[in-house]
């Protein structure tokens, strides 16, 4: 996990915290908000995404 400089753009506004948990998958923190962000090469492939954020994160639930 890497930490990255906060305020960096995001659909939300400038981050307060950013942290890529996986390559092309950010945890981001916002002032009204927070959520995962995906880069471009990893949106494009939503399925992949899924099974590569399920196998490292299996607590989480995802559709």
Do not use: C, D
């Not at 995962?36 to 989480?60: C, E, G, K, S, T």
Request: proline residues 13%; glycine residues 6%; aromatic residues 8%.
């Amino acid at each position: 996990m890497t930490l990255k400089t906060p305020f960096i753009p995001t659909p939300w506004g400038l981050s307060i915290t950013a942290e890529e948990l996986l390559p092309g998958v950010t945890f981001v923190q916002t002032p009204s908000h927070g959520g995962y962000h995906l880069n471009a090469a990893v949106n494009a492939r939503p399925a992949a995404a899924r099974v590569m954020i399920r196998q490292a994160f299996p607590h989480l639930e995802l559709p």
